[in-house]
């Protein structure tokens, strides 16, 4: 099941197995992968041309892992710098955006090159822990939750990817940090949208997907509104996609979210462009016949092409 899914209002549900994320940092030697293909006798599949690195968090002792993708030709240009694409729920998004990068390159190019670092979930946790503790701006918590579930830690760990994951990457690989950029999907794009309205230049630019702005009674709101009353510019690129049928509607049983996630995204992107930011570019799609399950796919491909359009940057 979508790694994602347990963000809206309805019972949550656990993300599929983590056992990949939580690989110790020396695997033990196994034979190499030929040049085209992968290793045999019933080793695991692999990404092939990524990396894993352990970047751990030394004020909540927790260990985490990055997974990174380079683009191809990055070693043949080694005086070229790349836009860097920071993306949640790693275990998911991270092998979906590579292919779609690529493939949607294959008759032209239609984004830029670009590296692809993937935050993983916390080594030891299954992914609805991690997101729940990491990814929620306060300890509100949401329908479904176990009772002894932690939320609201968004903070810390954006301090830990300010801190620790973004010089990390920066000292290792070849980034554009003026193209540093983040995608999230659901308590992700949550956690995107407390960075953009707290710390704006932490990423130039915000691919927010399927925004829970439901959460604890809509915080969020709160939260723009105090960020426009203390300042008068948003330097930022955003894009946010929502699902048609993330959409309560009274009387029609084939919806069942209780949230009503259209509106809010709508909302939201009315109350940025009522402040006229100068230096925010901000677009919003509702994707037809799509739901909080089906709509990431899509909705990573017209971000890519809005944020990483091949020729803007």
């Known amino acids: ?24 940092a020396t695997a033990p030697t196994t034979p190499a992968a030929p040049a085209s293909g992968q290793r045999g006798q019933g080793l695991p599949y692999e990404v092939t041309g990524s990396e894993v690195w352990n970047v751990p968090d030394p004020v909540s002792g927790r260990d985490y892992q990055v997974f990174v993708a380079l683009p191809r030709g990055y070693a043949d240009a080694p005086e070229r710098r790349y836009p860097v ?8 998004a991270f092998p979906l955006i590579r292919q779609i990068a690529r493939r949607i390159n294959l008759d032209g190019p239609q984004v830029d090159d670009f590296i692809l670092v993937g935050l993983s979930y916390a080594v030891g946790e299954d992914g609805m822990r991690s997101r729940r503790r990491d990814y929620t701006p306060t300890a509100a918590g949401s329908d479904g939750a176990p009772a002894d579930a932690v939320h609201g830690q968004a903070d810390a760990y954006t301090r830990y990817l300010r801190e620790q994951v973004l010089p990390f990457v920066a000292g290792r690989y070849r980034t554009d ?29 915000y691919l927010l997907g399927s925004p829970s702005f439901w959460y604890d009674h809509h915080v969020m709101e709160q939260r723009e509104k105090q960020y426009a ?16 049928y993330e959409e309560a509607r ?16 709508r909302r939201m992107a009315a109350a940025l462009r009522s402040r006229h930011y100068a230096s925010l570019r901000l677009k919003v799609d509702v994707l037809n016949d799509e739901d909080h399950l089906s709509v990431a796919p899509r909705g990573f491909t017209h971000g890519l092409k809005f944020l990483l359009g091949a020729g803007k940057g």
């Open 1 to 24: 099941m979508l790694c994602l899914a347990a963000c809206g209002k309805t019972p949550e549900s656990t993300p599929p197995d983590t056992a990949a994320t939580a690989a110790p």
């Open 85 to 92: 694409l920071y993306v949640t729920d790693a275990d998911y």
């Open 250 to 265: 009274p009387g029609d049983p084939s919806r069942t979210t209780t949230a009503y996630m259209v509106s809010d995204t």
């Open 177 to 205: 940090e003026a193209r540093r950029l983040f995608l999230g999907h659901s308590y992700g794009s949550l956690l995107g949208s407390q960075i953009l309205l707290s710390d704006p230049g932490m990423f130039s630019g």
């Open 229 to 244: 009353q203390a300042h008068q510019d948003l330097p930022a690129a955003v894009y946010m996609y929502v699902g048609e």
